[in-house]
Structure formats: structure tokens, C-alpha cells
């Protein structure tokens, strides 16, 4: 069968992009407020202020797709009330682009769920994506601190007409099991504080994902890269399941208790036969690598072809010196001045 690789108008790609300014006094406010009637404090894992910290990352993540990606039809921004004031910006730099951005507020996603708004929580607001009116069959996914970096092309996404995924398989996280019971055996029984959770696991998650579907023994663990998925896939999959996704929803703030969207349609491609698995083509930086470690992985996304996205996580935390040298890689990757 010959690779079917074409975006056209009859099927188009669109991206998805979530993204919350933290630093919005009233969306702070409220969140402080839902904190308090659900008794919880800024420390619970899924409430930390850098959760919602934002450093103007939504405007390399737009550009950088419109940039890298300009076969993308559509760019929605998923936001609570909020806009990131890019249009004018997008116009100069890409003329004509500026009305395919589309600011999409959590009220769309969220009808008929009304009564679980507002969320703080992204793993609840991400389960809904897939509703977004006039998305595309198959989209692509992206947190707000993902970048690319070089040219995409569609099939990199979408190949056959179904998502490329970029990961590897890993067997259960057992350590990590074991030592999230320790930590909280030992916090809560000897230091007495029995309302400690320990911190959220990415891999544990995943792997809770996997299992849902009936993915046993191992699972096809993603990094931080953007995200192709399948609509129709997923609508289907919550017809059936609607009890599953509304639970997951239901959660203001994150819990240990959801899955992952990005896992749970990845899992279900693998359990429909989708066997298009791919390397990792990416670059992650953490706020918590040293800074000879994060100036080396700016040199290696310079000096390596294959990469073609970054995730760049809590760029606030880094380092000033750090912070700038990242700031201008992406400039110069852009074409992008600080006087634009």
C-alpha cells in the first residue's frame, strides 16, 4: 500500500496548544479560591505556582509551528478567559496567518461539564481537546513549551492516515512504585504528616494509561514532544467510556487518579494496530540540569539534524545566563529579533 502523506483541504492537520498565564492576578485569585474550598494549600502537587508560571512561552511555540509546520491549518489556543495578544505580532511576521489562530475557551470543551469549571488542572483540560468545534480528524498536541526547531513535514505527524508516534517501550516502574510507598509511608507514619502526596509520576501515569486500555507487562512511554492523535479515535473511545472520562474531568487539580490523554490515545493506536513507532526526534530541558548541561544541549540541537523539537520546562527557574542563551537560540532558529 503506498504511503498516503498529503495535507490537503480535504484533510487538513490542525494544532492544539494549552496554555494559562499564571501571572493573571484574577486567574490567580481564583484559583486561590476553589484552593481553599477544596482544603487544599499551594504545596499539593497539582497546585505548585510554577504549574501555571509563564514566561511568554506561547509566542515561540505559535511561531515556531507557524514557522516549521506552515502546512498546520488551524492553531487553537485552549485558555481560560484569557488571550495571549499575538495577533497583530503573528500578522507582521507571517501575513495572512494571523485568523488561523483561534482562541478556544475551556466553556467550549467543557459543555455539558460545566459543573466541573473552573479547572486548574491540565490533565483534565486535555481530555477534552478532541471537542474543540471544527478540529481536524487528526491534530497535533502541544504543551506551550514545546518549540520546533527545524522543518516538519506532515508525514513526520501523520502517515496511512494515522499518528507517528515517537517514544519507547519500558516495563512496569516498579522502582518508582516502590519508592513513592516509601516516601509516603515514611512521611506520613513517622513525620506525621498524613495529608502528604508525593510527587506526581509522568511514568507512572503512563503506565496506569496503558493498563486501561489492556496494554499489560510494558508500556510505550512518550516523552514531552508534540502529540498527533486521532479525533475520531478518541470521540469513539468516550462514547463508550463516558463514566472514565467524566472521573477524569472531575479533578480541579491534578491527581494521581487520572490518566493521561496523550498515553491513552497513543495506547489505543497501538491496541487498534497502528504499528507506525518512531525514535525520539527531540530535546528536553530541565529546570534542574546544570547549566554546562543545558548550554551542551543547546550546541547538540545546533549541531544535530535529526532534532526537530525542544521542550523547554519552567524556563523561569533557569539561570539568568542560561535563560538568555536559550532565549537566543530560539531567536535565531525563528529569525526573530527582541525588537519584534
Not at 512496569?172 to 510507598?181: E, I, N, Q, T, Y
Amino acid at each position: 500500500m503506498a504511503e498516503n502523506t498529503s495535507t490537503s483541504p480535504e484533510s487538513p492537520m490542525d494544532a492544539v496548544i494549552l496554555w494559562v498565564d499564571g501571572n493573571d492576578p484574577v486567574l490567580a485569585a481564583k484559583r486561590d479560591l476553589y484552593l481553599k474550598k477544596e482544603n487544599k494549600t499551594v504545596s499539593h502537587p497539582g497546585a505548585l505556582p510554577l504549574r501555571f508560571a509563564s514566561s511568554n512561552e506561547i509566542r515561540y511555540c505559535l511561531f515556531s509551528i507557524l514557522t516549521f509546520a506552515p502546512f498546520i491549518r488551524n492553531i487553537f489556543i485552549v485558555t481560560d478567559g484569557q488571550d495571549p495578544n499575538l495577533r497583530e505580532e503573528t500578522e507582521k511576521l507571517f501575513p495572512g496567518r494571523s485568523e488561523s489562530v483561534k482562541i478556544v475557551d475551556h466553556k467550549e470543551i467543557f459543555r455539558g461539564y460545566e459543573q466541573y469549571l473552573p479547572s486548574f488542572n491540565s490533565s483534565s483540560i486535555v481530555s477534552l481537546i478532541w471537542r474543540i468545534e471544527g478540529l481536524s480528524d487528526n491534530f497535533v498536541y502541544f504543551n506551550d513549551d514545546f518549540f520546533l526547531i527545524r522543518d516538519i513535514r506532515p508525514e513526520d505527524w501523520i502517515l496511512n492516515n494515522r499518528p507517528v508516534m515517537r517514544g519507547k517501550w519500558l516495563l512496569p516502574p516498579f522502582r518508582r512504585l516502590l519508592g513513592s510507598h516509601l516516601k509516603t509511608t515514611i512521611n506520613r507514619k513517622l513525620r506525621k504528616k498524613p495529608d502528604y502526596l508525593p510527587k506526581i509520576s509522568f511514568y507512572i501515569r503512563q503506565w496506569q494509561t496503558a493498563k486501561l486500555v489492556g496494554i499489560m507487562g510494558r508500556y510505550f512511554f512518550h516523552c514531552h514532544v508534540p502529540f498527533p492523535m486521532n479525533r475520531i479515535l478518541l470521540e469513539k473511545y468516550f462514547s463508550d467510556n463516558s463514566e472514565m472520562l467524566e472521573k477524569n474531568i472531575s479533578y480541579r487539580f491534578r491527581s494521581h487518579d487520572q490518566f493521561i490523554l496523550t498515553s491513552l490515545a497513543w495506547h489505543l493506536e497501538i491496541k487498534t494496530g497502528n504499528r507506525q513507532l518512531k525514535r525520539l526526534n527531540h530535546e528536553y530541558f530541565h529546570p534542574y540540569y546544570s547549566d554546562s548541561r543545558l548550554i551542551g544541549k543547546i550546541r547538540h540541537c545546533e549541531r544535530n539534524p535529526e532534532i526537530k523539537s525542544v521542550c523547554i520546562q519552567n524556563i523561569e527557574m533557569l539561570s539568568q545566563p542560561v535563560r538568555e542563551k536559550i532565549i537566543h537560540f530560539m531567536d535565531r532558529v525563528l529569525n526573530l529579533t527582541h525588537d519584534n
